[in-house]
Structures are given as C-alpha cells and as structure tokens.
C-alpha cells in the first residue's frame, strides 16, 4: 500500500504461473472487462446528420447534462487512479529474469491485471480513510508493453471537493454493467494514460454539495482538455443516427456528424464546415 496526500492506492497484481517459479498449478484467469467497441466506433465516425434544428437539439442534451459533465470533475479523478497505479507501481522496464518487487514498482514480464483500490481525496484535511473518504475500485488489464484500453470498476462512497465544492460518487444501485468503464485509447505505454483521447461510460449516483445528479452518460476527453459528448439519436431524431459536439472551457468550439466535421460559433450557435460551408437548417 502506497499512502500520498491525495489518496491512497492499493494495486494487486496478477501474472501467469510460469513467471511465478511454478508456484500455482495454473495460471490465474484474467477477467474480461465489457466490450466498447461500438461506443468507440459512435465517436470517431457517428452515424447522424448535422443540421441547424438538430444542433440546437444536441446543445440542450448538453445543457441538461452539464452539472455531469463540467462541475463534478470525474473524468480528472478517474484518470489520476489509473495514470499514477500504471506509472508509478509498475517498472516498465522490460529486465530478464524471475519476476520481483522492486523499489520502483513492479516488473512486467508477460501479460496480467492489476485490481486499484484509490481511497479518495475526502472533503478535508482529516486525512486518508477509506472509511471516511469512500474509494473508487477498477480493474485494469495489461500486457507487457503496456495497459489493454478498457479499464473498468465502480465507486464506493467515493468524496472529493472539485473547486471547492463538495462531490460525493456512489454506484448506481439498479446498474447491469460495471458503473465506471473507460477507454484510455489502444496501443498506449504504461506512461502515456490521458495522452490520447479518454472516453468515459458511468453509470453513477452523485451529489453536488448535497444536490444529488444522476450521472448516466458517455463523453470523451482528450490530452488537450477539450471535450467531446456524444448526443444520442433517441434525443435527436432528426439526425437518424448520434452526433458528437465538442465544449473547450464550457464552450461550443464543434461538431462531428456524418456529413462531417463543423467549427461552431459558441455566441451564435452557428456552424459551418472545415471548407467554409455554412450547416444547413
């Protein structure tokens, strides 16, 4: 167990029997965490068509969802309980011989998963009690050149302040999927957590200085901070299919749809396309 000031992280590791000396009679299973595939595929090409009415469509599924998206700050938590697990309890270092725990973490060999227990930050300075502070609990697979995108959990009472106001998370209780799954992007090292677009699937119960949110929704953050949010084509049937919108700062800066990508005016709430075209109506 390694305790900072900002939580406490407990990471289990797991790996293959033969990396263990022949300790276990088999290796131990690695578990399956839930297929994003499709939900990947709705944001880099999404399947709706952009126009002014279903634009304006899109911003109020935004709007609606804003509190969850801008003012709990989950994706940062989040990405911090993965990014310091993976860079800082894992020697990347690819070193010959039998499997042992170093100073610097631990050496990966051959293919595996890590289970991270985060005890949050709490909302004083009481110190770090899961107890007290809730925790967020992920599991996260990995091979020897670094983590498999999918990572995914839950979170148990989980309290933080997020600009100065109080945040508390909670699994939602009727929830069929894992409640936190994230895609961290594929083909990344064990350093490179959020340097690529990080998408976000929750399913959460959380309050806002004791104002509760239901938090049901998928959006994608990049290295960059801008955030993409997916409209689905439910709130908008317009578009016969989703859209993505993209929010700088709480901004409107852009649009992907079908017939293709727009730069937004966030006053005007217009939009025209990459070669000048205006969005028709």
């Known amino acids: 167990m390694r305790c900072e000031a900002s939580g406490c992280i407990v990471a289990a590791l797991s790996l293959a029997a033969a990396l263990l000396g022949g300790c276990r009679d088999r290796p131990l299973s690695t578990p399956q965490g839930p297929d994003l595939t499709q939900l990947v595929a709705a944001y880099d090409a999404p399947g709706g068509v952009l126009n002014q009415g279903v634009l304006i469509d899109a911003i109020g599924y935004y709007l609606e969802h804003r509190d969850e998206l801008e003012e709990l700050g989950i994706d940062s938590e989040l990405i911090l309980a993965v990014k310091r697990t993976f860079e800082a309890d894992v020697d990347t270092g690819k070193a010959s011989g039998e499997l042992g725990v170093r100073r610097e973490g631990l050496s990966v060999l051959s293919d595996g998963f890590l289970v991270i227990r985060r005890v949050c930050r709490g909302w004083d300075d009481a110190g770090v009690d899961a107890r007290v502070n809730g925790e967020l609990d992920l599991t996260a697979t990995f091979t020897a050149d670094g983590p498999d995108p999918v990572v995914w959990g839950g979170a148990r009472q989980c309290r933080y302040r997020f600009g100065g106001r109080r945040v508390l998370l909670d699994a939602a209780s009727d929830a069929e999927e894992p409640a936190i799954r994230l895609h961290l992007g594929d083909d990344i090292g064990f350093g490179?957590?959020?340097?690529?677009?990080?998408?976000?699937?929750?399913?959460?119960?959380?309050?806002?200085?004791?104002?509760?949110?239901?938090?049901?929704?998928?959006?994608?953050?990049?290295?960059?901070?801008?955030?993409?949010?997916?409209?689905?084509?439910?709130v908008i049937p317009g578009a016969g299919g989703d859209v993505v919108l993209e929010y700088a700062g709480g901004a409107l800066i852009g649009a992907r749809a079908k017939n293709g990508h727009f730069n937004c005016d966030p006053l005007a709430l217009k939009c025209v396309s990459d070669d000048g075209a205006p969005l028709g109506s």
């Open 192 to 234: 490179d957590v959020g340097k690529k677009p990080v998408l976000f699937s929750l399913d959460l119960r959380a309050s806002l200085d004791d104002f509760s949110i239901p938090v049901q929704i998928d959006f994608r953050v990049t290295a960059t901070s801008l955030l993409e949010v997916r409209v689905p084509a439910a």
